[in-house]
């Protein structure tokens, strides 16, 4: 990278490394180490949930244990660094399977993860999904201050594909185009769907553009 100093670039590695952590760490279920990617203050914001990062995993852990299936691929990755501030955007799929009217399907959703990440010491606590991340003593470490992803464009295919599968198509249309697939499964396996999330164009993806703009100026996340 042209004109990076070590510091940049070791900033850069551990941006990417938490943003892989994070998708390698949840989609296992291993609730400790994905403890370890947020701020004591982070907070996500998903389609089906958007809570502080304890709450988050919590809901998390309960839909795990019901047999809730959600994965997440990750592809090209860029960020924007000001000082002890990021702005990270990642290519991601999100991949969810679930019976839907008595068929069983896969979504896979396509779109950036965005994540508002900060380099803060090493004061948050005792690592852990109870009592909130650190870095070693004396260290400083990035961490996920606000995640906000960006959903482009799903669809749905049944498993089997001799199944028939038939879709309420008022239902389908309360959703926005980028992610009403995803929004029809997880509203049929139970759960309330935020129907005003940023996607490849229009004013919530622009809102949070200016959102990150603000954040890496010294500003608030929200």
Request: overall charge neutral.
């Given at each position: 990278?042209?004109?990076?100093?070590?510091?940049?670039?070791?900033?850069?590695?551990?941006?990417?490394?938490?943003?892989?952590?994070?998708?390698?760490?949840?989609?296992?279920?291993?609730?400790?180490?994905?403890?370890?990617?947020?701020?004591?203050?982070?907070?996500?914001?998903?389609?089906?949930?958007?809570?502080?990062?304890?709450?988050?995993?919590?809901?998390?852990?309960?839909?795990?244990?019901?047999?809730?299936?959600?994965?997440?691929?990750?592809?090209?990755?860029?960020?924007?660094?000001?000082?002890?501030?990021?702005?990270?955007?990642?290519?991601?799929?999100?991949?969810?399977?679930?019976?839907?009217?008595?068929?069983?399907?896969?979504?896979?959703?396509?779109?950036?993860?965005?994540?508002?990440?900060?380099?803060?010491?090493?004061?948050?606590?005792?690592?852990?999904?109870?009592?909130?991340?650190?870095?070693?003593?004396?260290?400083?470490?990035?961490?996920?201050?606000?995640?906000?992803?960006?959903?482009?464009?799903?669809?749905?295919?049944?498993?089997?594909?001799?199944?028939?599968?038939?879709?309420?198509p008022a239902l389908l249309a309360r959703f926005p185009e980028g992610y009403r697939?995803?929004?029809?499964?997880?509203?049929?396996?139970?759960?309330?769907?935020?129907?005003?999330?940023?996607?490849?164009?229009?004013?919530?993806?622009?809102?949070?553009?200016?959102?990150?703009?603000?954040?890496?100026?010294?500003?608030?996340?929200?």
């Amino acid at each position: 990278m042209n004109g990076a100093t070590d510091a940049e670039l070791h900033d850069r590695l551990a941006i990417r490394a938490l943003v892989e952590n994070w998708a390698v760490s949840r989609d296992a279920g291993d609730w400790d180490r994905f403890a370890t990617c947020w701020h004591e203050d982070g907070y996500m914001c998903a389609t089906w949930c958007q809570a502080p990062w304890r709450d988050f995993i919590a809901a998390s852990v309960a839909g795990w244990e019901k047999g809730v299936s959600i994965l997440h691929f990750l592809g090209g990755h860029s960020a924007e660094l000001a000082g002890r501030r990021a702005i990270a955007q990642t290519k991601m799929t999100i991949s969810q399977r679930a019976a839907v009217h008595g068929v069983m399907v896969d979504v896979v959703c396509t779109g950036r993860f965005y994540d508002f990440l900060e380099k803060r010491d090493g004061d948050d606590g005792a690592a852990g999904p109870r009592s909130g991340p650190a870095a070693p003593h004396g260290r400083a470490r990035w961490g996920v201050v606000l995640r906000q992803p960006i959903y482009e464009k799903d669809r749905m295919d049944p498993v089997d594909p001799a199944a028939r599968l038939a879709l309420d198509p008022a239902l389908l249309a309360r959703f926005p185009e980028g992610y009403r697939h995803l929004a029809y499964l997880q509203t049929q396996i139970g759960y309330a769907v935020k129907t005003d999330m940023p996607g490849l164009k229009g004013p919530e993806v622009e809102a949070l553009y200016a959102r990150g703009a603000r954040w890496l100026a010294g500003g608030a996340p929200g």
